[in-house]
């Protein structure tokens, strides 16, 4: 596609709920991040991948963050029983191989009530 | 310390004028430094990025880069009010994008 796509762009939970969000990245890019954006701060790094292997999770918050990109594609960030405190603009980023520069997805907007 | 400090503002600047944004960054190693655009509800767009010290322009914009001072900043001449958004400061760490907070940014009509 032209651009990075996420879906759902909102998603309603209830506290305790399960959800999964999709990212499509740039077609051939080989380096996905994710992202969580709380209101009035910049984005917080979650994970990267290069093609399917995830290099790093350092910034998933808690173990109930998990995500996978097994075919080096498309990914998902999955979170776990949420909370509360998980309500935040989930923010998705593919890169070329020869770049520096991320391209964001619009973002999934998770209110957990 | 935050490795990468804006101001939050809001800064607001006259129709026309110049606005100038800063952002101060602390690890030496950094080698890339990017300018986003954020408009409320919208996810961050590039604006621009610089990596050699000195300045870059691209129509209305330029950044600027003094890696001793540890210091890039963004200026937007001919102020228009589609401008108002926030703009975010990153630069690189190894992979990662390292992000401000973003400065809100008004221009008044």
């Known amino acids: 596609g032209a651009g990075v796509s996420q879906s759902p762009r909102y998603k309603v939970a209830k506290r305790g709920q399960d959800v999964a969000l999709r990212c499509d990245p740039i077609s051939g890019h080989v380096s996905l991040f994710w992202y969580q954006q709380a209101l009035g701060q910049g984005p917080e790094f979650l994970t990267y991948?290069?093609?399917?292997?995830?290099?790093?999770k350092s910034g998933l918050p808690s173990d109930r963050f998990f995500a996978e990109r097994p075919e080096g594609s498309v990914s998902t960030l999955k979170i776990q029983r949420t909370q509360q405190e998980d309500s935040a603009v989930y923010l998705c980023a593919s890169r070329g191989a020869s770049t520096d520069t991320q391209y964001f997805g619009p973002g999934t907007r998770l209110t957990v009530l | 310390q935050k490795e990468v400090e804006q101001n939050s503002g809001p800064l607001s600047v006259p129709e026309g004028a110049i606005a100038s944004l800063n952002c101060t960054y602390s690890d030496r190693g950094s080698q890339s430094f990017f300018w986003y655009r954020q408009y409320s509800g919208k996810s961050p767009e590039l604006i621009m990025f610089?990596?050699s010290n000195g300045d870059k322009e691209d129509g209305r914009f330029t950044a600027q880069l003094n890696k001793a001072s540890q210091y890039v900043s963004l200026l937007i001449r001919d102020s228009q009010p589609s401008d108002s958004a926030t703009y975010l400061c990153?630069?690189?760490?190894?992979?990662?994008?390292?992000w401000g907070a973003g400065t809100k940014l008004i221009i008044k009509p």
């Open positions: 990153a630069v690189i760490l190894d992979y990662q994008l390292i």
């Open positions: 610089i990596y």
């Open positions: 991948f290069q093609n399917e292997a995830q290099l790093d």
